[in-house]
């Protein structure tokens, strides 16, 4: 069966220190995979979707961006976190030919 | 673009009383839709979709949605809601033949004793 992980769980991080958050899936190939932003009272906004290697899609510009590098592997990050860069950040995949998406757990960021 | 309307923020029940969640969507083509539900600090779990076909789907924990097309809305139910049914629940749609997902803002399903 297909898994998804996610992490770190928690994070804290300092203004203008880097990101990395990392995603990978497993039991499946040639996934699409998200990165969405859950603030509080605003649901989920999608930040990126990658549809293979190198592939990435930007829904909003920001001081965030994605990698794929490998076929089963989202990574999330950025040079200089900001303050509005606080929030719930979720991974999840569904199959190349599939409209459902999974979910990891998620990765609770905070910057102070 | 499509876009997806949780008129309610918040809806408080009674364990046991009967809940609806209302989901309204805008598209000018066939979509797919979708009901997740988010325990706190959680990813979100499926809950039912609505592909093609019947228009009343089942999903789990007895959650069941009805897609009507005339009204744009994906309604969700559950004749008797228990405590461990406390959670954000969010509507989504895609358009067919594509993968991306829009939300809608989130209902938070509260029930108390």
């Known amino acids: 069966s297909q898994t998804i992980h996610q992490w770190p769980a928690t994070l804290v991080q300092p203004v203008g220190s880097p990101l990395s958050l990392e995603c990978t899936v497993e039991?499946?190939?040639?996934?699409?995979l998200y990165w969405y932003r859950q603030a509080a009272g605003r649901g989920l906004q999608l930040l990126f979707y990658?549809?293979?290697?190198?592939?990435i899609s930007s829904e909003v510009p920001q001081n965030l961006s994605a990698s794929r590098p490998q076929d089963r592997q989202f990574i999330l990050s950025s040079k200089k976190l900001l303050l509005s860069d606080s929030g719930f950040y979720l991974c999840?995949?569904?199959?190349?030919?599939?409209?459902?998406?999974?979910f990891g757990a998620g990765t609770r960021l905070s910057v102070l | 673009a499509q876009s997806v309307t949780q008129l309610d923020s918040q809806v408080p029940v009674f364990e046991e009383a009967p809940v609806e969640l209302r989901c309204n969507y805008s598209?000018?083509?066939?979509?797919?839709l979708f009901w997740y539900v988010q325990y706190p600090n959680q990813g979100l779990q499926l809950l039912l979709k609505?592909?093609?076909?019947?228009?009343l789907v089942k999903g789990i924990n007895g959650f069941e949605a009805e897609f009507n097309k005339s009204q744009t809305s994906f309604h969700l139910r559950k004749p008797s809601v228990h405590i461990s049914d406390t959670a954000e629940y969010f509507c989504?749609?895609?358009?067919?033949?594509?993968?991306?997902?829009?939300f809608g803002k989130g209902t938070m399903l509260l029930v108390s004793p």
């Open positions: 609505y592909l093609s076909g019947s228009t």
């Open positions: 039991g499946t190939s040639n996934p699409n």
């Open positions: 999840a995949w569904s199959s190349d030919r599939g409209n459902i998406q999974y």
């Open positions: 990658s549809v293979g290697i190198g592939q």
């Open positions: 989504a749609v895609s358009l067919s033949g594509y993968s991306t997902l829009t």
């Open positions: 598209s000018s083509v066939s979509v797919y």
